[in-house]
């Protein structure tokens, strides 16, 4: 009888054992999950940090980058913009007379910017010539501009003036492109004003110049009849006019300089509204190429007006032939 | 005998039991502490990715708005720095002659930037005049320039004109400071050039105007004598300079404007610096006030120059008399 009741306890605790020790297997596969799940997040989390860390160091770099361009020390800028651009008769720097009104045969027109309403040239039409007020956009150190805190870094202080032979003069006593701001003045005849544009003559502005004001021409203040220059700057007012003799064009040549006035193309279009006849585009060819443009740099003689290039040649007693013609 | 047995594996099952129920307690305690740090975890990593999403949000915000600027729709835009900034005897809008010239005892002073050498200046001295092409600063639509892409909103299409008693022109046919760009021509004297700075004559410019380039007066090409303007612009040459008889200044007032002069405070060490004597100072005065300077909108008769206030009345027969005179 006691027996038996031992017995009974031994089933039973073995029973127990094997509940309490499953139960603990199970508790021990929940642990061992329960660590890997935690491994994978802070892994995820530590990941999500860094992304977050990296963004916002971007983020401060940007606005610290703002403010410097928003601080005191910035320098003084007025952005200017261009009213309208010049299509004109010179289409490459080369080429273009160093002074205006020697070619009064030049052709160019200036179209306002659409946002500028057709009333502001009422009126120029009254008067005989206008300044034009551009940007030197051929000018090769331009992107000075676009970093204005070293507007300064490379200008020379002094260049080279053709009639001087080499000589050298402080850029702000020359009228060189290259200018601490690289603005050019030029006075031109007026041709016509429609609508608006507005035609000029004589204006020795390279094609595609940003034009930033134009004004009417007053005599009584513009005209200082008691101004004095240097004179090797009076000689050159002399001499460029008539510094070749005499162009000359065979014929063959003339029928080429006429079937490119006709040809379409590279400035076509506006050759054709500015030269109602194929002799007023003859014409310029001739006066420019009186001119004697070359360049000291130059290496062949060509010029190219309103799309077209014309190549020539200087003969002994300074005269000039031209040699060929070819749109484009 | 056998009961023994039994008992002893009866204790050492409970002994198992004992162990086997602890084990299973600390698995317990493992599993809710892995479980508590498993929750945190996944809020820290839910919090690192909220601030990283929000940071690389900001960030493609910025990077778009940078690409906004920066795309064709953009207008052209030219960031032009003041080669320098002018101090003229003309303190304020009001009083400064409308053209230049007119008042040749006035004087301005131009002092390069640090960054621009002082040879750029070098041979100016041997022009009689320059230009000088600055902004209109005291233009109270100024903030269009930094607005570029509504740079012709409020622009006015045309502006009465004074001479016309009331008639109006389009804006780019004057010379009226409200242009589409901002920008002032005007010839000017070349009394000194000293180191970075450059005494004008006759500038008819606003004191501390941004002065953004100067170029030599060339008579050849900038004096152009078959130049015409309108009938009313040619009687403004004739009429203007004589535009008051007299300028009366009774003794009191002469000492009084002399006692200006030599007076420190606002503009006292430029006026010490451009008129050496009194009397030049006194005919600077005459000069200005026989101009008729009174625009349009002026209610009370007074000039500032140099930072002296100069208060006068219109007589009849034209003549002008000098009320008073403070400095400031």
Known sequence: MQANVLVGGLIACSVAILSLWQQRRRADTKLVEAKRQLDAERRNRASERTGR??????????????????????????????????????????????????????????????????????????????WVIFVFHCNTDLQRLWSPDHASDGLKAKVQVPRLNGGRMGVLATRSPHRPSPIGLSVAEVIEVKGRSITLGGADIVDGSPILDIKPYVPFCDSV????????????????????????????????????????????????????????????????????????????????????????????????????????
Request: charged share 25%; proline share 7%.
């Open 53 to 130: 860390i990296r963004a916002e160091k971007k983020l401060r770099e940007r606005e610290s980058s703002k403010e410097e361009s928003s601080d005191s020390n910035v320098p003084e800028i007025y952005p200017l913009q261009p009213i309208g651009h010049l299509q004109s008769c010179f289409t490459k720097r080369s080429g273009t007379p160093r002074q205006p009104l020697l070619v009064p045969a030049a052709r160019a027109r200036l179209l306002l910017r659409q946002d500028i309403p057709a009333g502001c040239l009422e009126g120029l039409e009254q008067y005989s010539h206008v």
């Open 225 to 328: 009849s008691q101004a004095s220059a240097p004179s090797w700057v009076s000689d050159e007012a002399s001499d460029d006019p008539i510094a070749l003799k005499d162009v000359q064009i065979r014929d063959d040549m003339l029928a080429r300089l006429e079937a490119c006035w006709a040809a379409s193309g590279p400035g076509g279009a506006i050759r054709h509204a500015l030269y109602k006849h194929p002799e007023d585009w003859v014409g310029l060819v001739r006066q420019v190429l009186r001119l004697d443009i070359r360049s000291l740099h130059q290496r062949k003689y060509s010029v190219t007006l309103h799309g077209v290039t014309i190549s020539y040649d200087i003969l002994p007693e300074r005269t000039v032939l031209v040699r060929g013609a070819y749109v484009g």
